[in-house]
């Protein structure tokens, strides 16, 4: 797997892991897109904070974006009105609303490719969930259209259009905001006391602790190891073929999205269950070579995501047990949209204030869900399996990942190389050697 189009195209600042044993009021876990947005809005503020990134800052999910920064998340308000009633779907939208409003106004000072675009979700196999979406989002204000996209290369059923979103290039973005930041790289975290976190050996003493480390890694406290589970999917960049004015994504999880960067074609799909078994690049490539015979592959890389239960993040308090303790997970393939409303609503609640935005995403909100119990199945039937390769997470059976050639567990989503080297969380450390 080659590194991410972003990943090649720009160079992030180095910064020095933690040496010392230290004190500070904040202490941010996590050095993606959401510890980051924490760091710099807690700057803002005037509060005594340090982020520690266990390896380089936004070298996981982060750098493996597809970067588009939208209110719309495929067939989502529809669902959130019948699960959770107007207000909350209403608070929901207003929130990403927010959200893309901040990058609207940081990337004035950063020059990050920010390019504003409508962003459509289509459908090739039902017509009416697309006319149930634009009512019901027309229903909480906002101007969504029914709309029949030209510049796909197949004809669909219709799509939902939100205008006025937005895509940029992630890492030019993180390498100015990060300047000037008081970050600690190659500190890894591996045990939180209640009197002080450890890392590198030393002790990190902090009145407050955000975890924004993708997959919380604390199991006794949350249950995210229930709430949550990981998807993997692909994405190929190809010269040689058509600019799109918008950014698509298929409303069918196994379906492909689209978008232009500069004079490239971003095409993702051949997603799956992170442990399972799925289409990756060579579903993604083969597709292409339909629609466009003569694109040229130039990059192609993974992203993992966090899939929450009802497909709202969970941001707030880590459990109810834990005063202190704060967490952002759970993005559903949002993450950079999600990753600027998990920072506002994190800074604000370290800092004792109200954010009208918090009721919606708590994570004490009832795990009663259908995915609930396909995600316990998924863990009793992996615990039960019989292999010598096992997460030291929880213990369940490590699957071979033939396309990527890594170790992943179909439970919660760890990956280790060949080798058995940590690559993924929510595992703290690589494989015992066999």
Not at 205 to 225: C, D, E, L, M
Not at 258 to 265: A, E, H, P, V
Not at 317 to 344: C, E, H, I, Q
Not at 420 to 430: E, F, Q, V
Request: overall charge neutral.
């Amino acid at each position: 797997m080659s590194k991410s189009l972003w990943m090649v195209s720009a160079e992030l600042p180095h910064f020095k892991s933690l040496e010392d044993n230290i004190k500070t009021d904040v202490l941010i876990i996590g050095g993606g897109m959401c510890g980051l947005l924490c760091a710099h809005f807690l700057q803002k503020a005037g509060m005594d904070y340090i982020l520690v990134e266990a390896d380089r800052i936004a070298s996981g999910v982060t750098g493996n974006t597809t970067a588009k920064i939208t209110s719309q998340h495929g067939l989502m308000y529809d669902k959130l009105i019948k699960s959770y009633g107007i207000e909350k779907a209403q608070m929901y939208l207003e929130s990403n609303q927010k959200a893309l409003e901040e990058y609207k106004n940081i990337c004035q000072m950063i020059d990050c490719d920010f390019e504003e675009k409508d962003a459509y979700t289509y459908s090739v196999r039902d017509r009416r969930a697309i006319e149930d979406e634009v009512r019901a989002v027309n229903a909480l204000g906002f101007g969504a259209t029914f709309a029949e996209p030209k510049e796909l290369p197949f004809k669909t059923l219709g799509a939902v259009c939100f205008s006025g979103q937005a895509q940029f290039h992630p890492i030019k973005f993180v390498a100015e905001l990060a300047k000037g930041l008081n970050i600690y790289e190659k500190t890894f975290v591996r045990e939180i006391a209640p009197h002080g976190v450890f890392a590198n050996g030393k002790k990190i003493q902090a009145k407050k602790v955000i975890v924004a480390t993708h997959f919380p890694f604390i199991n006794k406290h949350g249950s995210y190891f229930l709430k949550l589970y990981q998807h993997r999917s692909y994405v190929s960049a190809f010269n040689k073929a058509p600019i799109l004015s918008g950014m698509y994504v298929d409303e069918d999880k196994k379906g492909l999205s689209f978008r232009s960067y500069g004079n490239l074609l971003l095409i993702g799909g051949g997603s799956h269950r992170t442990g399972k078994q799925g289409g990756t690049w060579r579903e993604v490539n083969q597709r292409a070579r339909e629609f466009y015979p003569d694109a040229v592959l130039q990059n192609e890389w993974a992203a993992q995501d966090c899939m929450s239960l009802d497909g709202i993040p969970y941001i707030g308090r880590y459990s109810k047990n834990t005063p202190d303790l704060y967490v952002a997970t759970g993005f559903n393939k949002w993450g950079m949209t999600a990753a600027m409303t998990a920072a506002m609503i994190l800074c604000d609640m370290v800092q004792d204030k109200q954010n009208e935005f918090a009721p919606v995403y708590s994570p004490d909100r009832s795990i009663l869900k259908p995915q609930l119990f396909v995600n316990g199945f998924e863990s009793a039937i992996n615990l039960l399996t019989p292999t010598t390769r096992r997460c030291p997470h929880l213990g369940c059976a490590l699957k071979w990942n033939k396309a990527e050639h890594s170790w992943d567990c179909p439970c919660h989503g760890s990956r280790f190389s060949e080798e058995g080297k940590l690559l993924d969380g929510p595992a703290t450390g690589d494989l015992p050697k066999v």
